[in-house]
């Protein structure tokens, strides 16, 4: 059973826009969360991360949003820039990390 | 600092062939993991390794091997490869406590 769930597959945004990429968890114990970026034929690369303390974390041009009650996170990219194009997974740890099936981004020059 | 190394990049097997795919970091993690990527699944969790000596299951085991005798090196071992383990596998390791793991670039495996 998924316990991280990235429902939308792909998106694509025109560069200079705000892309949006969500994130759905089903358990409460979780107490870390992670974005990672992969491009292709590489592996995956840490990108921005947050504690269930918080509910927000910027790192530049990536935020990171955390709403416990809903069990939501949801990574911001502000402006979108075509290097931005790669598949994001979301991640969260308990006793091991479970990861998201990841959503494909495009940014459109 | 080479981090985390992975080989073969790629490899065929044909079913019923058994072979090592190897792991190795530079960075004293602790805590080192394999798992496969596969099309719709996201990365799925085979092992792990908290440390040398200890291994644990993930979420889809069976049909891999893995052992830790040392703090650098997690070998994953196939036994009988099938064609549903054809997928990309990633190892990655961390610090025990840390957030982050860092991910090796995969072997790519097809089984025939």
């Known amino acids: 059973d998924q316990q991280v769930k990235q429902n939308s597959p792909s998106l694509s945004v025109q560069e200079g826009r705000i892309s949006i990429l969500n994130c759905d968890y089903t358990n409460s114990m979780f107490d870390y969360f992670l974005w990672y970026k992969k491009y292709p034929a590489e592996g995956p690369t840490f990108l921005i991360s947050?504690?269930?303390?918080?509910d927000k974390n910027e790192d530049g041009r990536f935020t990171v949003f955390l709403n416990k009650s809903a069990k939501h996170l949801s990574l911001h990219i502000v402006p979108s820039q075509p290097g931005d194009s790669a598949v994001y997974f979301c991640a969260a740890t308990g006793n091991q990390f479970y990861f998201g099936t990841g959503t494909s981004l495009t940014v459109i020059p | 600092n080479a981090g985390v190394t992975q080989t073969p990049k790629f490899q065929v097997l044909k079913t019923g062939q058994s072979m090592t795919l190897q792991c190795a970091q530079d960075m004293n993690h602790e805590y080192m993991s394999w798992y496969r990527q596969d099309p719709g699944m996201g990365l799925r969790l085979i092992h792990y390794s908290v440390g040398a000596g200890i291994t644990d299951q993930g979420e889809v085991p069976n049909g891999y091997n893995v052992s830790r005798s040392t703090t650098e090196d997690f070998p994953l071992r196939l036994l009988s490869a099938a064609p549903s383990q054809t997928s990309v596998y990633f190892c990655a390791s961390s610090s025990v406590g840390g957030e982050t793991q860092y991910f090796g670039p995969g072997t790519r495996l097809l089984v025939l």
């Open positions: 947050i504690s269930s303390i918080k």
